[in-house]
């Protein structure tokens, strides 16, 4: 039974090897919401109704604050995943998935970066974050810095190794409650990957 989702879009290079209980969604420019939401939901299925971890492989729109106008290791302007994207004019979109999955953790670049004086615009990430979380009935776990990463070699397309979290990781809670600051997701992707996820 699957326990783990991987939910990557092929614009970022790298992979997602076969592991025991770990199901793989591969998305790209052309898969509108619909259709990600519906493999989501069946990927769900299979694992008894609820996925425990969604990891999330995606670019990041980061490199630039908004309001100052220039550029700098900033975001939270969304993330680049399928057609439409997760911004802040559509993350309403994501109830479509509410309930299936317990924790979702972003490997994105400064998904959830709010920069001084962004705060309640389009490059809020914090709230974007939090939006997710609750739309989704999920436990969010996304880092304010750009996220740096390698492949291993050896592995078809390679496979995703993040190291260390860039910046702060934060936790946002599907309750709208504050995010907290934390070390580390419960999983990450490299405990799925070396067989030591719970």
Partial sequence: MYKYLALRDRRLEGGVP???????????EHTISSSLFHQI???ASAAGGRIDTMFVFCHGF??????AGVSMDAGGMGLELGRDCVLHSNVHRWAAIKDKVKDMVVYSCAAANTEQNNAGTTADGKYL??????YTNATVYAADRIQWYNTYHGLPNGAFNFGKWEGTLWRFPPSGNPPTALNGAPVEFSDVLAGTAP
């Fill in 18 to 28: 076969a592991r025991p209980r770990l199901s793989i969604v591969n998305v790209d």
């Fill in 41 to 43: 939901k069946g990927a």
């Fill in 62 to 67: 980061a490199g630039e604050n908004v309001n």
């Fill in 129 to 134: 974050m939090g939006a997710l979380a609750i």
